[in-house]
């Protein structure tokens, strides 16, 4: 069963921006702690960061400023907003709902959307 439907990934060149978003399509609905992983070409799945409510936002040391979660909680989307893009950060990246502090997926995965950074 589809848990999550990532949206807004493409393509794009160093330095652009890209707006991801993730629909949580799980029953029943409630405020849950969300987080951003990425996964890229040979590599383990790694978090981005995570949101526990609108204010409350943590992130990994490589995004280092460059990137925003959000949420709208009416309707069950979690928004990153990804500015200067690096070719390094070319990955599909996917959203889950996740524990707290140390952001654990707690179910399964969606598709993913692709984010390509060309040099």
């Known amino acids: 069963q589809v848990q999550f439907a990532e949206s807004g990934g493409g393509l794009v060149q160093s330095g652009g921006s890209l707006r991801l978003s993730c629909l949580d399509l799980?029953?029943?609905?409630?405020?849950?702690?969300m987080a951003w992983y990425r996964q890229a070409p040979g590599k383990q799945r790694e978090l981005v960061g995570g949101?526990?409510?609108?204010?409350?936002?943590n992130y990994a040391d490589f995004v280092k400023g460059r990137f925003t979660i959000s949420r709208d909680n009416a309707i069950h989307t979690v928004y990153l907003q990804m500015r200067d893009l690096q070719p390094e950060d070319t990955a599909v990246y996917y959203c889950?709902?996740?524990?707290?502090?140390?952001?654990?997926?707690?179910?399964?995965w969606g598709q993913g959307t692709q984010v390509t950074v060309s040099p």
């Open positions: 949101i526990r409510d609108i204010e409350s936002t």
């Open positions: 799980g029953r029943p609905f409630g405020i849950h702690i």
């Open positions: 889950n709902r996740a524990s707290y502090p140390n952001y654990i997926p707690r179910d399964s």
